[in-house]
T-cell receptor, first 116, second 112 residues
């Protein structure tokens, strides 16, 4: 299957700082990528859709100014958590559908963010 | 919009027994139903999926069945092994797009 990577795999930061998480499709191009957030023992919740060459679209209740998304190329999307607070601590996971694969999505390994 | 319900939330089986996890969905236009396995601290891994033009799909010890009329689909794991222990999620596309709506997850424990 296709490979999606994330970096870093975990990060600890102080409250008020910003953190950038990268999502890369390693062996295919992805014009669209998705960002999910997962709290402990809960399901994945879609946060936003990252679109190459255009603005990201956000799910209801997700602050676009807090979670900045940039889809810089056909293989890279970044999520920046700005002015992070302890309640932003979570597991952030990206995914990408591969063109021609008819819905099948490939997920990254996730990034554990802890805000102190 | 799509709504996906999953049960049970936890399932404990003896090694070698079968495990069944069920999901229901609300959008009759949905045509793709994946199942993911998530181990602790890792991202979800696709284990099997089914499209609406078939009623059943099998891959070794794993099978998925789909009942479009009733709008539910199930994951079947036979001859369970301790390494099958994980959280399993079903999902369905929202608005016929790539966006996936996930079920609440089932924590499967296979006792040796």
């Amino acid at each position: 299957g296709a490979v999606v990577s994330q970096h870093p795999s975990w990060v600890i930061c102080k409250s008020g700082t910003s953190v950038k998480i990268e999502c890369r499709s390693l062996d295919f191009q992805a014009t669209t990528m998705f960002w999910y957030r997962q709290f402990p023992k809960q399901s994945l919740m879609l946060m936003a859709t990252s679109n190459e060459g255009s603005k990201a679209t956000y799910e209801q209740g997700v602050e676009k100014d807090k979670f900045l998304i940039n889809h810089a190329s056909l293989t890279l999307s970044t999520l920046t958590v700005t002015s992070a607070h302890p309640e932003d601590s979570s597991f952030y996971i990206c995914s990408a559908p591969r063109a021609g694969n008819d819905n099948e999505q490939f997920f990254g390994p996730g990034t554990r963010l802890t805000v102190l | 919009g799509e709504n996906v319900e999953q049960h049970p939330s936890t399932l404990s089986v003896q090694e070698g027994d079968s495990a069944v996890i069920k999901c229901t969905y609300s959008d009759s236009a949905s045509n793709y139903f994946p199942w993911y396995k998530q181990e602790l601290g890792k991202g979800p891994q696709l284990i099997i999926d089914i499209r609406s033009n078939v009623g059943e799909k099998k891959d070794q010890r794993i099978a998925v069945t789909l009942n479009k009329t009733a709008k539910h689909f199930s994951l079947h794991i036979t001859e369970t092994q301790p390494e099958d222990s994980a959280v399993y999620f079903c999902a369905a596309p929202r608005d016929s797009s790539y966006k996936l709506i996930f079920g609440s997850g089932t924590r499967l424990l296979v006792r040796p």
